[in-house]
């Protein structure tokens, strides 16, 4: 047994400098994620025709393939037939994968969470006048997102985690710099207990901030009876 | 203010409305009573276009529909004539009880915020909640929640309001402070009412006509004295029984 303790706490701050690489792929993600997910549930919630089955065929897709094969295909294999893919870059290919892959689940939370809003807010809100989409914007939406709240933590999550994949698309992140400075000095183990540290940390911090935000939005006398 | 005709309702095989025709005047207050499932709130529903009638004409305020025939626009506007109170409140359950009131304010009729605020805070006096108006619906009784609710529909002073069996999700202690709610709404406006109840005592004080409603016709109409003193049908006199208002025949 071999473990270089020194080396693993030197080389500590250089992985963890990557958090922000990491990060940045996960925010973006979960940002195009909840954006393209409200779409599609509202698209399967209200039954739009043509657009359901289509989205209802990507859903079934992207959840089940692998988000490895996704990225790949994506970042090689579009490339290779539609010559506006050779510029996509291993960071916009992570995103858009992520994106995708995360919506095909996020969505049925979503559809959950809008579900589990009574029937009766909805006539109550048509009863005073409002259009469909005022009720949903209005009533439905954020009672909704009040419920969905603890999942989209947990898909951040997965979300940050899942980013790891990045670096076999050439993105630096914590995985890519961890697994460099591994094969270059051949101090494996030291390189990805860092990277097993950063991420274990990270994870904790954001159900941390997770947790948070539940007890203040529960405060607030939220909409969860 | 109110004229319906040939309404028709069918929900697969089952027909819940048989051609129910009904005319109401302006500032009429109408108790609709009859057995359970004979499609009582199935009128209000439609009234109110929560639910696409299957045939017949319906006309509130000068705005007439038929069935089949409405445009999303029509329906829309024909919500606007009226708003109903429901069984169980339906509070906006994200929303404070003063926002419950003017969300459709600023939303529907596009009142500024502050006026909508103003007035809301004046309902709010007048039905005896202006110390709840930061509460959540969650935080307050049967009896509050639906005085709210009354609150909500006020705001928009439509001339037709309709309740859906508006205490009977209420403790019996709590039934009077929304009854007084509505009586008090009755006397100082001249809002135009139907109102499901199975309290006969509040029906027969409240309306000026009482209809007898059954297996989705309209069985018997008159006036409080006449429908609970001296009833015309078989039906309604057994229904009267049932209800053992022994005081009233
Ligand atoms: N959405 C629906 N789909 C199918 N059937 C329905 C629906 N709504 C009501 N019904 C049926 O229509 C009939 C009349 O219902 P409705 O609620 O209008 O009765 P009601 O007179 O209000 O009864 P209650 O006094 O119990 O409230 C019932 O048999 C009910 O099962
Ligand atoms: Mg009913």
Redesign the interface.
């Known amino acids: 047994m071999n473990f270089d303790l020194s080396y693993a706490i030197r080389q500590f701050p250089t992985i963890l400098s990557y958090t922000g690489m990491t990060l940045r792929i996960a925010i973006v993600a979960m940002v195009f994620s909840v954006l393209f997910s409200l779409i599609i549930t509202i698209v399967r919630y209200y039954r739009i025709p043509v657009l359901t089955p289509v989205v209802n065929l990507y859903i079934d897709l992207f959840r089940g393939t692998p988000l490895l094969v996704q990225l790949f295909f994506i970042y090689y294999g579009l490339a290779q037939l539609f010559p506006i893919f050779v510029n996509l870059s291993g960071y916009a290919a992570t995103v858009i994968g992520m994106t995708l892959n995360t919506s095909s689940y996020m969505t049925e939370d979503m559809r959950g969470a809008l579900e589990s809003v009574?029937r009766?807010?909805v006539?109550?809100?048509?009863?005073?006048?409002?259009?469909d989409l005022?009720v949903m914007r209005?009533?439905i939406l954020?009672?909704a997102a009040?419920v969905a709240m603890p999942v989209m933590g947990n898909e951040f999550i997965s979300l940050v985690k899942n980013s790891s994949m990045a670096f076999t698309l050439g993105v630096r992140e914590i995985m890519a710099e961890a697994s460099l400075l591994g094969t270059s000095s051949s101090n494996y183990f030291e390189c990805y207990l860092d990277a097993f540290i950063v991420y274990f940390v990270l994870s904790k911090i954001i159900t941390i901030l997770q947790n948070a935000v539940e007890r203040y939005l529960n405060r607030r006398?939220?909409?969860v009876? | 203010m109110i004229h319906v005709q040939g309404l028709r309702k069918e929900f697969g095989p089952n027909t819940v409305l048989d051609g129910i025709n009904l005319d109401v005047a302006p500032g009429e207050v109408v108790a609709v009573v009859g057995p359970s499932g004979t499609g009582k709130s199935t009128l209000l529903r439609c009234l109110n276009y929560l639910e696409a009638p299957t045939a017949g004409t319906i006309e509130i305020d000068g705005l007439a529909l038929t069935a089949g025939q409405e445009t999303r626009k029509q329906i829309y506007a024909m919500r606007q004539k009226s708003t109903m109170i429901f069984q169980n409140f339906c509070l906006f359950q994200n929303k404070n009880v003063l926002e419950n009131i003017t969300l459709a304010m600023e939303v529907v009729q596009h009142i500024p915020k502050e006026r909508a605020v103003d007035q809301a805070r004046e309902i709010l006096r007048q039905i005896g909640l202006l110390d709840k108006q930061d509460s959540y619906p969650s935080t307050l009784s049967g009896g509050q929640q639906q005085r709210v609710a009354i609150g909500r529909a006020m705001a928009l002073h439509t001339k037709v309001m309709l309740f859906d069996e508006p205490t009977s999700a209420l403790d019996p202690c709590l039934v009077g402070e929304v009854l007084s709610v509505i009586q008090q709404i009755s006397q100082e406006h001249n809002t135009t009412m139907l109102i499901v109840t199975h309290e006969m005592q509040f029906a027969h004080d409240i309306a000026n006509r009482i209809l007898f409603l059954e297996g989705g016709s309209i069985v018997e109409s008159g006036a409080p004295d006449e429908f609970f003193y001296s009833p015309k049908t078989e039906r309604a006199k057994q229904f009267l029984q049932y209800y053992s208002m022994k005081r009233y025949q």
């Not at chain 1, 109550?124 to 006048?129: M, Q, R």
């Open positions: 009574p009766g807010q006539e109550a809100g048509l009863s005073v006048g409002m259009t005022q209005h009533v954020p009672q009040r006398g939220g909409a009876r």
